[in-house]
Structures are given as structure tokens and as C-alpha cells.
């Protein structure tokens, strides 16, 4: 339905011959077009995840952005001073479903998300 944004049964990030993930996976990035990443695909259904997928994003922007003033003033920086440097990021929000399997249905090195 939305295979656009939504991966089901890829492999890890890394060339390893075991069979793919068991896991369903859904990521956006920012909507800043200067970051480099493309733009968003929010899937359609249900109605409330696309306006709620964005919401939650860019709270965990600003989060990201308070963390760093923090760390800024720990390092007897002035508070800004990460502010310039996080304009063009590509921090990805990752949502993984880790559907039901039976035992039967696992192939011997086979994971849920890589780990």
C-alpha cells in the first residue's frame, strides 16, 4: 500500500550474506530541502500518522537544538555556537514494526533489525 516509504524484510546496513530482517521499517528526515535528503512521503493511512509523524520530527529538532546549547555551555562555548553547524543535517526518525512471526518461519541468521 505504501511501498513508497515503507520496507518490509530489507537487509541490514552491512553486505552480510543472512537472510533479511524480519521487521517492517518506515523513515522521513527533515524537511529542510537544503539538508540534501528528498523530500518527505508521508504514507496516507491512517489519516493522523502524517501530520503526527511531523509534529513529533521537528520537536526532536528543537530537543536536538536545546541538547546542543547545553553541551555548548558545558564547554564554555556561547550557547549558539552549534546553532550554524546543525542547519543542513540529515537525522533520520526510524519507526520499526516488528510484526509476529512463529519460530518456524525463521531462517537461521535471520534477525529483527540487525542486532
Known amino acids: ?26 523513515a522521513i528526515g527533515p524537511s ?12 496516507s493511512k491512517p489519516k493522523e500518522i ?6 513529533y ?3 526532536m529538532e528543537k530537543l536536538a537544538a536545546k541538547l546542543l546549547q547545553i553541551f555548548a555551555v558545558a564547554l564554555d562555548l556561547p ?3 552549534f546553532e550554524a553547524k546543525m542547519g543542513h543535517h540529515f537525522s533520520a526518525l526510524r519507526i520499526l514494526n516488528y510484526f509476529p512471526v512463529k519460530l518456524s518461519q525463521i531462517q537461521p541468521g535471520q534477525l529483527r533489525a540487525s542486532a
Open 57 to 59: 520530527y521537528e520537536e
Open 1 to 26: 500500500e505504501n511501498s513508497e516509504v515503507l520496507s518490509v524484510g530489507k537487509k541490514g546496513c552491512d553486505e552480510s550474506p543472512a537472510p533479511a530482517d524480519l521487521k517492517e521499517t518506515f
Open 32 to 43: 529542510n530541502p537544503e539538508s540534501g535528503m528528498p523530500a518527505r512521503r508521508l504514507p
Open 50 to 55: 502524517g501530520p503526527n509523524l511531523d509534529a
Open 79 to 81: 550557547t549558539p555556537w
